[in-house]
């Protein structure tokens, strides 16, 4: 996984120190290379974490023939048979990397290439001749590719603290900042003025001759599901196998893969897969490290069964103690993974698999949006229809009147007041900040949702519950938090759950597949049964890491937003009620609102904190100028 940036100029003079300053704040993304490439009004920057084919060959932006450019932050795990499709085609490989193989699929067949690969990426190609630039992203919107447009600059980036570069500066969107983040990630919307997300499964297409540009969409999961077999044994068999294969697609690596435990189902089957393949003698070119880190935490429910699992394979785990955590880290974790909730324990993680040099995780993630999470029960799942009531909600307060129709009749909601009800237990999605800003307008563009509403009708309930959730809303969220975590301590994840065949198969499977006799991911339960101790298999609670939360009952955290709310820049940001916060906080009211407001403060604090540090030392390497020459 890399770091990946680049600039359109539409009216001032190329500035390299811009693409200059993108790529060192994305040094954390790619701590082995940089590199660069100019063309008339566009700038192309690349931050290597190298992983396959460690010389310099694999060194970005890459051409092989001077018109095609590309930047790649991804892994495309069926690359070795798409290399030996096009040697047939004739096309010579210079290098053993993957991004090669991307560059001259997407010569071949264009955007029809994405459709073949079975990975997840984030890049971008030039075409020189043509002078056009493509911008896509995978399928289910694993690696991030963020947008920034005014009237000066479209660039895009790995991640949005890298935007700093361009002004100096982000402002928040007053439209936005007062949606809880998690409603936000239905749209292609951020918290920042002129900041978007590129949604999953789409791509732009920029003509640099004019600055035009099309959004097109690549993918549609509805489209390509498998069909289900009708004896669960034999579906069984099939999910395992599938995982299987997709465990073993993300071995290839030429640096060293580890794992985590947790104890829970998820994690326990990537760990087990692991063994079972090093066992049948398919890891000879791998370095694997299977000695699992367990971070140990309070609330931990599983942490017997991560400890019966490692012993059954006879690996020596690592025990992580996660104390109550500083309250000091707040403004380092949340600039570094650009949300406001405080995931410690995630960036922990894999800041201690970088201290025992991996580079690569295979981890557990992604299973729960496919599968269920232990509470489903048929069609009455509790976070199914939680889920359901938030879009609900979410697109009655942002989306237009047609989105609003399509959603209900999807779902068979009506106007009678009984059903809305129902909805009013759900959390409020708008003006959480209210209080303290004056939350402006929001534009009603949930475009993602409306994209598949009318494709849905077709589906059963379990499919549209599921879709909904995995590809239509908060997921996403939950995906860049993965990302981040992982990417601020240079350690790239590969998630073997989120591979296409497992997840459009597990999309596909119907609820009683799924759920029987009352039990969550029985398929899961059941493929690994005879792999498994009984204390896993039979457990019926959710097993992860949590968000950690501060107590704010406790006089240092107060005193801590104190300090906050008295620092002149809080004061001056201009964005809120000071009067009315140190009121509410001198009368101990909405402490849990004043501290998002505070970390929001500490977000953008981090930002320009790096921004400062890195942009005073900026000078144009000797070699920019020999990389950029044009060709």
């Given at each position: 996984m890399c770091g990946i940036?680049?600039?359109?100029?539409?009216?001032?003079?190329?500035?390299?120190?811009?693409?200059?300053?993108?790529?060192?704040?994305?040094?954390?993304?790619?701590?082995?290379?940089?590199?660069?490439?100019?063309?008339?009004?566009?700038?192309?920057?690349?931050?290597?974490?190298?992983?396959?084919?460690?010389?310099?060959?694999?060194?970005?932006?890459?051409s092989n023939d001077g018109r095609f450019w590309i930047i790649y932050n991804g892994e495309i795990y069926n690359y070795l048979d798409l290399k030996e499709e096009l040697i047939q085609k004739n096309y010579k490989f210079y290098s053993d990397t993957d991004t090669e193989v991307v560059l001259n699929a997407y010569i071949e067949w264009k955007e029809k290439c994405f459709e073949k690969f079975n990975g997840e990426w984030a890049l971008s190609i030039l075409d020189k001749k043509e002078n056009t630039l493509i911008i896509c992203r995978d399928g289910i919107g694993y690696k991030p590719c963020y947008i920034y447009e005014d009237e000066m600059y479209f660039a895009f980036s790995s991640e949005i603290k890298s935007f700093y570069c361009l002004h100096s500066s982000l402002n928040f969107n007053l439209s936005n900042i007062g949606i809880i983040p998690e409603t936000l990630s239905y749209s292609s919307k951020t918290v920042f003025t002129n900041v978007s997300q590129l949604t999953q499964g789409r791509l732009i297409k920029i003509n640099l001759h004019d600055n035009k540009k099309k959004v097109l969409r690549w993918d549609y999961p509805l489209h390509n599901l498998p069909k289900i077999h009708s004896s669960y044994k034999e579906n069984t068999k099939n999910y395992f196998d599938l995982l299987y294969t997709s465990t073993k697609l993300r071995l290839n690596s030429d640096v060293k893969i580890g794992t985590s435990l947790s104890g829970g189902l998820d994690s326990s089957a990537i760990f087990t897969l692991l063994n079972l393949l090093e066992s049948n003698d398919e890891t000879k070119k791998t370095e694997l490290d299977l000695n699992p880190i367990i971070m140990n935490y309070a609330g931990m429910k599983s942490k017997n069964e991560a400890l019966e699992l490692s012993k059954m394979y006879k690996r020596k785990y690592k025990i992580i103690e996660n104390h109550d955590e500083d309250i000091d880290q707040t403004k380092n974790i949340i600039s570094s993974l650009e949300i406001i909730e405080e995931y410690f324990m995630q960036y922990n993680l894999y800041k201690h698999q970088s201290e025992r040099g991996i580079k690569v995780s295979l981890d557990g993630h992604g299973s729960d949006e496919f599968l269920g999470y232990p509470h489903f029960y048929p069609e009455l799942s509790v976070d199914i229809f939680n889920n359901l009531m938030n879009t609900y909600k979410t697109l009655m307060v942002f989306a237009g009147k047609n989105t609003q129709l399509k959603f209900k009749k999807l779902f068979g909601i009506n106007n009678n007041p009984s059903n809305e009800i129902l909805f009013k237990t759900s959390p409020d999605t708008k003006n959480y900040l209210s209080d303290y800003i004056e939350i402006k307008d929001y534009d009603a563009s949930f475009q993602i949702i409306n994209d598949d509403l009318e494709d849905l009708e077709e589906f059963?309930?379990?499919?549209?519950?599921?879709?909904?959730?995995?590809?239509?809303?908060?997921?996403?969220?939950?995906?860049?938090?993965?990302?981040?975590?992982?990417?601020?301590?240079?350690?790239?994840?590969?998630?073997?759950?989120?591979?296409?065949?497992?997840?459009?198969?597990?999309?596909?499977?119907?609820?009683?597949?799924?759920?029987?006799?009352?039990?969550?991911?029985?398929?899961?339960?059941?493929?690994?049964?005879?792999?498994?101790?009984k204390s896993i298999l039979n457990q019926t609670f959710k097993q992860g890491l949590s968000q950690h939360k501060f107590d704010f009952s406790n006089q240092k955290y107060k005193k801590y937003i104190l300090e906050i709310l008295n620092e002149k820049d809080f004061k001056e940001m201009g964005l809120w009620d000071i009067k009315k916060i140190n009121d509410d906080y001198n009368n101990n009211q909405n402490i849990n609102k004043i501290w998002i407001l505070c970390k929001y403060f500490l977000m953008i604090k981090g930002f320009d904190e790096k921004y400062k540090s890195i942009e005073k030392n900026i000078n144009i390497p000797e070699k920019f100028n020999y990389l950029c020459e044009p060709i």
């Open positions: 940036s680049g600039i359109v100029f539409k009216k001032n003079n190329v500035d390299n120190h811009k693409i200059i300053c993108m790529n060192e704040i994305l040094s954390h993304r790619g701590p082995d290379n940089s590199g660069y490439l100019k063309h008339k009004n566009l700038l192309l920057g690349h931050t290597r974490l190298s992983i396959i084919d460690l010389s310099s060959k694999g060194a970005q932006p890459m059963s309930y379990s499919v549209k519950f599921t879709y909904l959730i995995a590809y239509c809303g908060w997921f996403q969220f939950f995906l860049n938090k993965w990302d981040k975590a992982s990417m601020s301590n240079s350690v790239e994840v590969r998630m073997p759950f989120l591979d296409p065949n497992v997840r459009l198969f597990s999309l596909a499977l119907s609820t009683d597949n799924k759920i029987r006799n009352g039990t969550s991911k029985s398929i899961l339960r059941d493929a690994f049964k005879d792999y498994f101790p």
